[in-house]
C-alpha cells in the first residue's frame, strides 16, 4: 500500500505552508501531495489567510519537489472550463517532468460558489457537465500532434483545436473519479479514470462501491484491475495517547471519533486500519492531515506506520 498526503488548504494555509509539507513528504518517502480544490473555509472559523488556487499552487510545488506526485482530490467542473483545464494540467505536467494527476468531480460546496461569484447549476447539470468535461480533456490529450479536435455537446462546444500543449505523460495524466453515487460514477470511472477513489467512508460503504466500479468496468469491457481503487481517511497519530489527544485537539476532534472515522490513534492502530482498507481493495491510502504546522506528525507517519504498510 502506498501512502500520500492529502491536505485542505481552504481551512487556512499559505503556499510556503503547504511548501514544507510537500517538501518533507517527499524528503519521508511518501508517494505523493494532494490538495484539496476549495475557495472557502469550512466549518466556520478565522478564514484567513484566504485561500490558494490549486493549480498555481501545484505548478509552483512542480518546481520545487523533484519525485513526489502532485495533484487534486477533486478540482468541480464549476471552477474552470474544459478546454483551459486540459491545457493548466499538461503546463504543469510538463513543469513537473511528468508527475501530475487529475482528480475531478462535479462540485458540491454551493457556499464557496457564492463567495465568489462562481455559477453553481443543478446536480443533474452539474454531473452533464463533468462527463462532457471528461469526454472534452481526454479527447485533447489523446488527439495525435498535427490533427485537430472538436467536440459538440449540450453544454461546451470546440471547434477545429490545436489541442495543445500536449502533457508529457502518455497517453495523458491519469485521471481520478470517486464518490458515492451506485450507477453514473462507477460508470464514468469505467470509462475515463486510471483510478476510483472513495474517502471518508465507512469500511462496508468502501467495499460495496469498489465492487460496484469493478463490475461497471466489467460491464464496458474494460480489465477491472485496469482501475486502481484508493482510500482517503484522516489522519491523527501519536507515538503514545497523550500526544495522539493533544494532535486530536489542534484539529478539533474528538480520539473516540477519530478512531471510529479514520486512521487515528497509536501507529500501531493506523496501521491496523489501513490493513483493513487494503484488503477492502484500497491499493493506495490518502492520509488527510489536517494540522499543516506539525512535521513531526509526518515523520512519525513515515518511521512507525510506512514501512508496516509498505508490504500490504
Known amino acids: 500500500m502506498r501512502l500520500r498526503i492529502f491536505t485542505e488548504p481552504q481551512q487556512g494555509a499559505t503556499y510556503e505552508q503547504q511548501l514544507k509539507v510537500a517538501r518533507t513528504a517527499e524528503e519521508l518517502g511518501f508517494?505523493?501531495?494532494?490538495r484539496s480544490d476549495h475557495y472557502l473555509r469550512m466549518g466556520g472559523g478565522d478564514p484567513g489567510p484566504g485561500p490558494t488556487d490549486a493549480w498555481i499552487t501545484l505548478a509552483g510545488l512542480a518546481r520545487e519537489t523533484s519525485r513526489l506526485r502532485l495533484g487534486t482530490l477533486v478540482s468541480p467542473i464549476t471552477f474552470r472550463l474544459p478546454g483551459p483545464l486540459a491545457i493548466s494540467v499538461a503546463q504543469v505536467d510538463a513543469m513537473s517532468n511528468g508527475r501530475v494527476e487529475l482528480g475531478i468531480g462535479a462540485g458540491w460546496f454551493d457556499d464557496e460558489h457564492r463567495?465568489?461569484?462562481?455559477?453553481?447549476?443543478?446536480?443533474?447539470?452539474?454531473?452533464?457537465?463533468l462527463e462532457e468535461q471528461l469526454a472534452i480533456i481526454?479527447?485533447?490529450?489523446?488527439?495525435?500532434?498535427?490533427q485537430r479536435f472538436s467536440y459538440?455537446?449540450?453544454?461546451?462546444?470546440l471547434s477545429d483545436s490545436p489541442a495543445l500543449p500536449r502533457p508529457v505523460q502518455q497517453p495523458h495524466p491519469p485521471i481520478i473519479l470517486g464518490g458515492f453515487g451506485t450507477k453514473r460514477t462507477p460508470a464514468l470511472a469505467a470509462r475515463y479514470a486510471q483510478e476510483f477513489n472513495l474517502s471518508f467512508a465507512p469500511l462496508d460503504v468502501y467495499r460495496d462501491q469498489v465492487t460496484r466500479?469493478?463490475?461497471?468496468?466489467?460491464?464496458?469491457g474494460?480489465?477491472?484491475?485496469?482501475?486502481?481503487?484508493?482510500?482517503?481517511?484522516?489522519v491523527c497519530c501519536g507515538s503514545d495517547e497523550a500526544e495522539f489527544e493533544r494532535r486530536a485537539a489542534a484539529i478539533g476532534r474528538a480520539p473516540d471519533e477519530l478512531?471510529?472515522?479514520?486512521?487515528?490513534?497509536?501507529?500501531?492502530?493506523?496501521?491496523d486500519k489501513l490493513q483493513v482498507f487494503a484488503g477492502a481493495g484500497a491499493e493506495t491510502a490518502y492520509l488527510q492531515v489536517l494540522d499543516l504546522t506539525d512535521l513531526d506528525h509526518l515523520r512519525l507517519l513515515a518511521a512507525e506506520v510506512m514501512p508496516k504498510v509498505a508490504s500490504v
Open 31 to 34: 508517494d505523493a501531495y494532494f
Open 115 to 129: 463567495a465568489y461569484g462562481i455559477p453553481f447549476p443543478s446536480t443533474r447539470e452539474r454531473f452533464e457537465r
Open 222 to 234: 474494460r480489465d477491472p484491475s485496469s482501475l486502481r481503487t484508493t482510500a482517503g481517511l484522516v
Open 213 to 220: 466500479v469493478k463490475q461497471a468496468c466489467t460491464d464496458a
Open 138 to 146: 481526454t479527447g485533447l490529450w489523446n488527439t495525435p500532434v498535427g
Open 152 to 157: 459538440s455537446g449540450k453544454h461546451y462546444q
Open 259 to 271: 478512531r471510529a472515522n479514520g486512521a487515528a490513534g497509536l501507529p500501531h492502530e493506523v496501521v
